[in-house]
């Protein structure tokens, strides 16, 4: 499948590059071009592979489709989708009625969401782990039908023993799915380590500029990959031409941005600590960090984000949002502008993240004009909680 025929041996960072490219031919594009079709000519009972109805399949898919295996060094081309919650849905569609799946106490949570739906209708089952915590979800692995694993989770950064749970699951023939979307291929590639499925929010690090709505699924293995492209077919769930351009646009210039954010969160996250308004702050980069050790041994980098607990809880946390004026409030992550949120604003979010945790999102701006915004904000907000006792 790969574009090149030396593909394989090349870098992520370079593949990010090269992938998806179309042939190289004297006078051809060094773009894949953007087909706005709904239907292709055709007559006749239709041979398999030929473009018939672009619900079912559209050329303006397969460069990205293509760049996305290869970037997760699977060898089943990936499967696009309308978003990450898109892709995620199919996967949970491999739990039958009446199953179990395993999920991160803390994850996504709107893929906590689609387990409990799942759990109201389906009669499904849904063993909420720390996949921190290894013995924990080995133990519930035992007659589970598909385990979906985040690692690090959103928003709490805790890293999972994804070669031990991976291996764990397999013995035990579980399904494994993992959101790869705050590593990023470059960070880990989990069919690597043993997972049958990898799922992005494509939205986030791999388009990189807040301008588009995405996902993926990647697997290496044919059947499951056929599945999941049937199940898109029926659902609908299809992205737009314009969309997925956008995001094979974006993956051109992964490995620089991802670099760059990574190096500035390790920075930020090392001068937070340090800060006297500052309670406590998660990022696998720190030695400090529970994940740090885990993530040292199987990631590359340790990814952009960081969890911030400023002193005073949250009416604190609130007023140090409000009160940045280059990093932006809003949700989301992976974009090139850094952003920050206090994630239990979200009353839908897990009552174990605490109350005045910050998430940030590390952009790629310069790293002293981040850290001047988050001090001059941390000098301001006062040093005391609302009812007036010292934090
Ligand atoms: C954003 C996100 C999703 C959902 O993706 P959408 O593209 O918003 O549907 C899933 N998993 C993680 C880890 C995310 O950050």
């Not at 387990?115 to 921190?132: E, G, K, S, W």
């Not at 995405?214 to 290496?220: E, F, K, M, P, S």
């Not at 406590?280 to 050790?293: Q, T």
């Amino acid at each position: 499948m790969p574009t090149h025929p030396d593909e394989s041996s090349y870098t992520a960072a370079t593949v990010a590059v090269s992938g998806g490219r179309p042939p190289r031919e004297q006078g051809s594009p060094v773009n894949p071009p953007v087909v706005l079709s709904s239907t292709y000519v055709s007559h006749g009972v239709p041979q398999p592979g030929e473009p018939l109805y672009t619900r079912m399949d559209t050329e303006t898919w397969h460069p990205f489709e293509e760049t996305i295996a290869a970037l997760e060094r699977a060898s089943e081309p990936g499967v696009v989708f309308a978003s990450g919650m898109a892709a995620i849905a199919s996967v949970f569609s491999f739990v039958p009625v009446g199953g179990v799946v395993v999920v991160p106490r803390h994850a996504y949570q709107v893929t906590l969401g689609f387990a409990d739906d799942l759990a109201a209708r389906a009669d499904v089952t849904v063993r909420r782990v720390d996949v921190a915590d290894t013995d924990q979800v080995v133990a519930a692995l035992d007659g589970a039908d598909l385990a979906i694993l985040e690692s690090p989770t959103n928003p709490m950064l805790e890293v999972a023993d994804l070669p031990a749970l991976l291996d764990a699951a397999r013995q035990r023939g579980v399904l494994t799915a993992v959101d790869n979307t705050f590593a990023t291929p470059l960070g880990q590639q989990p069919l690597t380590l043993g997972a049958d499925l990898v799922v992005h929010s494509v939205t986030k690090y791999l388009a990189g500029h807040s301008d588009v709505v995405l996902g993926a699924v990647v697997t290496d293995e044919p059947e499951l990959a056929r599945r999941v492209r049937g199940y898109r077919t029926l659902h609908g769930a299809i992205p737009g031409p314009w969309e997925v351009w956008l995001a094979l646009r974006g993956v051109r210039t992964l490995a620089l941005r991802v670099e760059r954010s990574q190096a500035t969160a390790l920075e930020l996250a090392r001068r937070l600590e340090k800060h006297p308004a500052v309670l406590e702050v998660r990022h696998p980069g720190l030695e400090s960090d529970p994940g740090h050790a885990r993530a040292a041994r199987d990631m590359h980098g340790f990814g952009s984000i960081i969890g911030l607990r400023p002193r005073g809880g949250r009416e604190v946390a609130d007023a140090l949002v409000d009160a940045v004026r280059l990093w932006v409030p809003a949700t989301s992550l992976g974009g090139v502008e850094s952003c920050l949120e206090r994630r239990r604003r979200f009353p839908t979010e897990s009552t174990t993240v605490p109350d005045d945790l910050i998430r940030m999102s590390v952009g790629i701006e310069d790293v002293e004009d981040l850290w001047a915004d988050l001090r001059r904000a941390l000098d301001r907000v006062p040093l005391e909680s609302s009812d007036g006792a010292p934090a």
